[in-house]
């Protein structure tokens, strides 16, 4: 697991009412829980940031464990997890542990099964529940977002549809630079169904009736649904697309996640955050993966059998996709939430016998588990969804947990994320290069 978030400060055994002496940490201890190294240590010292006194013998420095914390506090920083030494950043947003995972400290698969999206975004974002609540694209975003997706190649993809709709949406926010939490929630409140709305309706969807869902208050998966499937929609499968959407609105600092939460240290406006955080969501081992195992299970469904497709994948050295996460040692807890779902949809039954085929015969080689791109592949095979709808649906959902992130990094020391590279060019001085012809 790549970080503690929510995990309470230790406290200092001189803290307690009969203590009288302050707790001291050797220069090895104070550098661990701040999760630096001793050089930094001193260099805190001679800025000033940091006291230090000599130890009993003259041998070293000690240093005060309630300023060390005070110090963590301010810079973010933590010890780096002792299995991979990555580095980690304070979060209250979600935990990871036991192979659950918890928005700030509630079970997120059981906030997933009871509320919308929109209600579990809410509650990331603010930590209060608000029953009922739908988020509106204004009409000035959603013309240009349109404008500008409609604009875009036939060939385009959906995640390509998204990042021009954010900045098409940002241009008619001329607000978008108030960083206030209120102004924040107000545009990340009319950005996600900007988004959706802006997507193309699917090829053969049927007219809805009464106008487009978004234009009469509806919830965003059903929103969300027409541009992914030409189905009609019924209640379990958008019920299923709604879990879905809570399920991975967030899951701790995951790439797209960190490169958000660099954008919003150095003060990037919400949509700039989103549009850094939809840049790193397209790689094939991030938000398309899901894409991966869709196709994958669309050719066991064509087969028959898992052995020969599993078969193909070890014999040319891919990754059987779907399976395994290095945060969860048994079953990806929100493919576990979204089967549970899936089981409740007549249509989705060859799916979900062709995904558990998978599981099984990759067993007999390696004890890997589903993880929720598999979850996601039975979802958009079972109901005529393309290949990329997972990952639309997961660029949509964690827009929603890049701005929370992004509100708790507002009020963090500014540009704190800036490591420093460590060079391993020639040593100068090189003499000028010669031009070539």
């Keep these: 697991m ?12 001189g803290d307690g009412p009969e203590a009288t002496t302050p707790q001291r940490l050797s220069t090895r201890e104070a550098a661990e829980r701040l999760g630096v190294k001793p050089e930094t240590l001193y260099a805190y010292v001679s800025r000033g940031q940091l006291s230090s006194r000599r130890a009993p013998g003259g041998r070293g420095s000690t240093f005060d464990a309630a300023e060390i914390d005070a110090l963590a506090r301010r810079t973010g920083r933590r010890a780096p997890s002792p299995a991979t ?13 036991s192979d659950r995972y918890y928005f700030r400290g509630v079970d997120a698969t059981e906030l997933a099964r009871q509320y919308t999206y929109e209600e579990v975004a809410e509650w990331l974002w603010t930590g209060e529940l608000r029953p009922g609540i739908r988020f509106t694209a204004p009409v000035e975003a959603l013309a240009a977002a349109h404008r500008a997706v409609d604009a875009l190649p036939a060939h385009s993809g959906s995640t390509d549809r998204l990042r021009v709709a954010v900045v098409a949406a940002a241009t008619t926010d001329p607000l978008r630079f108030d960083l206030s939490r209120e102004a924040v929630l107000a545009a990340a409140r009319s950005l996600v169904p900007t988004l959706v709305g802006a997507l193309p309706v699917a090829a053969g969807a049927p007219p809805a ?21 030409a189905r009609p929609v019924d209640e379990p499968s958008v019920a299923a697309l709604d879990a879905a959407l809570a399920l991975l609105i967030d899951h701790d ?22 549009s850094a ?24 469904l064509e087969r028959g059998s898992a052995a020969p497709v599993v078969a193909d994948h070890l014999r040319t050295g891919r990754r059987v996709p779907g399976l395994g996460h290095r945060l969860y040692s ?9 089967f549970a779902l899936l089981d409740r949809m007549p249509h989705a039954a060859a799916a979900l016998a062709a995904a558990r085929d998978v599981v099984a015969t990759t067993a007999r ?3 890997l588990h589903a993880n929720v791109d598999l979850a996601l592949a039975v979802l958009s095979v079972s109901c005529g969804m393309p290949a990329e709808a997972g990952e639309t649906v997961f660029a949509v959902s964690r827009t929603a947990g890049w701005i929370a992130h992004a509100l708790e990094e507002y009020g963090e020391r500014p540009l704190r994320m800036r490591p420093s590279g460590q060079y391993g060019g ?12």
């Design 85 to 97: 030494g990555d580095p980690v950043f304070r979060t209250d947003i979600t935990l990871i542990e």
């Design 426 to 437: 020639p040593r100068p001085p090189q003499p000028l290069p010669i031009a070539t012809k």
């Design 330 to 338: 048994s079953e990806d807890p929100r493919a576990r939430a979204l």
């Design 253 to 274: 600092l995951a790439a797209s996640t960190l490169a958000a939460r660099v954008a919003a240290s150095a003060h990037a406006h919400p949509y700039a955050v989103v």
């Design 365 to 367: 080689h390696a004890p």
């Design 209 to 229: 009736a009464g106008g487009p869902p978004e234009a009469n208050g509806a919830r965003l998966a059903r929103q969300l649904w027409p541009k992914l499937t």
């Design 277 to 300: 955080g939809l840049g790193v969501l397209e790689g094939p081992l991030h938000g398309a993966a899901s894409g991966l195992a869709h196709r994958m299970l669309a050719e066991v």
């Design 2 to 13: 790549d970080t503690v978030g929510g995990m309470k400060d230790q406290a200092a055994p």
